[in-house]
């Protein structure tokens, strides 16, 4: 799995946007770019995937790079709830692991 | 409702005294797995199953054995537990190999063994 560098932590006002980068620059071909999220102590939620387009969904944004190796995670109004550790992983989709691998994160704090 | 449960959510028990944590998920899903986390050493893989009757070791899986004997239920036995046991485990389950990585996690069962 290509490996990922997150910033540690990141404010956020509460309504504005949030916009997560994550840095992929070994992601190969038939890698997918995955985030994750986790409210403290909770399971960790699965947000959204993406291989080269950008995606949306009920809860987030992906833009992926042109040239992969990087992205950017946004929740379009953050809320009090969104406060989490987010996760970016980068996989191919079928591995025969199928572990999860989390590193560091970003540790979002939205505030009031 | 489309989830994973755990029982028991939280437990303190002794070193050497065998329990079970249950998981169960309502969604038909193939792949099961079990994790623990552990403060700086993030989240492991002990067991995983790809299907009933399927399992194979994770990446830490000494002092655990799991069974799948129905789709539904996964569940983490501790032989005899010890301290270093102590942990937050979490159950996994998704669709089948195409979206392993599109995991629902869960709520976990936090463990002390004193």
């Known amino acids: 799995d290509a490996k990922t560098t997150q910033p540690p932590s990141m404010d956020c006002a509460e309504g504005r946007a949030a916009n997560l980068p994550c840095n992929h620059s070994?992601?190969?071909?038939?890698?997918?770019v995955y985030w994750y999220r986790q409210i403290h102590s909770q399971g960790p939620q699965y947000i959204i995937h993406?291989?080269?387009n950008n995606e949306t969904n009920e809860m987030a944004s992906l833009i992926i790079t042109e040239d992969r190796k990087s992205s950017t995670l946004i929740l379009p109004h953050a809320t009090l709830r969104d406060t989490a550790v987010y996760y970016c992983?980068?996989?191919?989709?079928?591995?025969?692991?199928?572990?999860?691998?989390f590193g560091g994160g970003t540790r979002v704090l939205v505030k009031p | 409702e489309a989830q994973v449960t755990q029982n028991p959510r939280y437990l303190i028990t002794v070193t050497g005294k065998k329990l079970t944590v249950t998981c169960s998920q309502n969604?038909?899903?193939?792949?099961m797995s079990w994790y623990r986390q552990d403060p700086g050493l993030g989240l492991r893989q002990i067991y995983y199953?790809?299907?009933?009757?399927?399992?194979d070791k994770g990446d830490v899986p000494e002092g655990y054995k799991v069974s799948r004997k129905e789709k539904r239920n996964f569940p983490l036995i501790l032989e005899s537990p010890s301290p270093n046991q102590t942990s937050l485990y979490f159950c996994?389950?998704?669709?089948?190999?195409?979206?392993?990585?599109?995991?629902?996690f869960g709520p976990g069962t936090r463990l002390t063994v004193l």
């Open positions: 996994a389950s998704s669709w089948d190999r195409t979206y392993y990585n599109e995991q629902f």
């Open positions: 070994t992601i190969s071909g038939n890698e997918y």
């Open positions: 993406g291989l080269k």
């Open positions: 992983i980068v996989r191919v989709a079928k591995a025969a692991g199928n572990k999860l691998t």
């Open positions: 969604m038909n899903h193939e792949y």
């Open positions: 199953s790809m299907n009933v009757e399927v399992t």
